[in-house]
């Protein structure tokens, strides 16, 4: 597989505790996919394997064709949002966002135009001296997307990240994902538990059971009423909570 984001789990072992998790998976540079599954069956756990966060005990770790396994994080071409935005109270959004190109906020021009343009592309143009708390959820997490792109990665990593908002933001935030997707062919591994944001992202959807992936295929297979067994006893236990 080629591509500066693409992404390979060759192999992949890793153990929680008790928990034994195996992971195969193989995603295309500038691909979307969504990663579903019950809490606790490995979901975080597989994009903290490609981030970096954890180390398998066996196997390799593959992105843009290069073995990042023994890789810190910072070595590793890969951005990720989380559900919790991690921006800082008391920094303004350019600031927050400014992080993304230098930890120390000592940006140059080019940085600053950097800056400026991710807010112009995320909709956060004339907020860039908000602070966070006079942001609403969508807009704590287009400055979280900023920052992302900022950094010029080719691999974004999003873990639950339209958990908190609301219906109609939810939609919003999916649509300005998959815009940007289009734009810069970043590739784009989303955690999720909602089946309808998976049908807004992702093309394509892995289903994770018991730390390990059960169902890879198209999203509307998948979540369709003839889809796995597995992914069909999850979405009726969702419908039922």
Known sequence: MSGAGSIELDRVRFAYGETKM?????????????IMGPSGSGKSTLLNLVAGFETPAEGRVVIGGRDVTADPPADRPVSMIFQENNLFSHLDVAANVGLGRNPSLKLTPDDRAAVAEALERTGLAGKDRR?????????RQRTALARALVR????????????ALGPALRADMAGLVQALNA??????????????DAQRLAPRTAFIENGTIVADGSTIDLLGP???????????DMARR
């Open 183 to 196: 734009e810069t062919g970043m590739t784009m591994v989303v955690v999720t538990h909602s089946p309808e």
């Open 131 to 139: 602070l966070p708390r006079e942001l609403s959820g969508g807009e």
């Open 152 to 163: 010029r990665r080719p691999v974004l990593l999003m873990d639950e990240p339209f958990a």
């Open 226 to 236: 003839e889809g796995p067994e597995p992914v069909r006893r999850y979405i009726g």
């Open 22 to 34: 195996a992971f195969d998976l193989a995603v295309a540079s500038g691909e979307i996919i969504a």
